[in-house]
């Protein structure tokens, strides 16, 4: 059982994008999520109303901006300017997966950053500080004229795949394109693994065509590596080339599930054993399948939060 944290001054508040998680690390810091209610006018606008003092308090507002992102957005940045108004001494956005991270630059002419937007609509509202894990793109920390704590999950997915044995003769981590070679270097290290590469092009948005796989995996366990797997074209379709050209089997994993439109259909029809993913964003059931497998951030955040708060070094749980 979690021990009690005595401290009064420390609050944690959760919105409706990913309760369980919520609660999951009021558990492990060993607090009562505050109380609010989150209620919506007849046309849809949202109140928030914060049901208990926060004066002078180091709040902490635990949610991801997945699905439905827009209304996860705007429920977040009212509650901001909620504490705001209600005197707390700090606002610290927990933002377990970090919505529009994917559009962090001008890939063609005339498009927007909303990273960067979502980045100066937080710190607008009053925020003073943001934890999130695994962005996108890791620049999007200098989006931010406030600290941000990038927390990483490597470390929880690699503890995961070390606690299955797999013979470390046969492993081969992979990456599914050039943009994730970093991320599957550091799981290769802890898995002390050598690495391959999908060489792949994207012909349009959520379309992916193997083109080439650089490394060897003929008769290997391979375990592809992504920070996001969105419609799972990209991820099962490496799963399926991989398997093509002489793996053995192929086990996949990321930090953040979206698991949007086909992405289910997709896992559940392609050659991975196991997808291995974490409770940045809460699965419905109709995506709690056998194949998939969730961990839980909880412990890291809760870590983190109360390394926040009393004034502690983060940097450790960055590894």
Sequence with gaps: MTNQYLDPNLKVFALNSNRALAE??????????????VSRFSDGEIQINI???????DVFVIQSTSSPVNENIMELLIMIDALKRASAKTINIVMPYYGYARQDRKARAREPITAKLVANLLETAGASRVITLDL???????????????????????????????????????SPDHGGVTRARKLAERLKAPIAIIDKRRPRPNVAEVMNIVGNIEGKTAVLIDDIIDTAGTITLAANALV??????????????????????????????????TNTITLP??????KIHQLSVA???????????????VSMLFD
């Design 24 to 37: 999951e690390i009021a558990k492990v810091i060993g607090v009562e999520l505050g109380k609010c209610s």
């Design 51 to 57: 049901e208990e003092s926060i004066r002078g308090c």
């Design 136 to 174: 996108h793109a890791p620049q999007i920390q200098g989006f931010f004229d406030i600290p941000i704590d990038h927390l990483m999950g490597v470390p929880i997915l690699a503890d995961y795949f070390n606690s299955k044995k797999l013979d470390q003769d046969e492993l081969v981590v992979v």
């Design 244 to 277: 093509e050209n002489g793996a053995k089997e192929v086990y996949a994993c990321c930090t953040h599930p979206v698991l949007s439109g086909p992405a289910i259909e997709r896992i559940e029809n392609s050659k991975i054993k196991e997808l291995v993913v």
């Design 285 to 290: 059931e109709e995506k709690q399948i056998e």
């Design 299 to 313: 412990p890291l955040i809760g870590e983190a939060i109360i390394r926040v708060h009393e004034d502690q070094s």
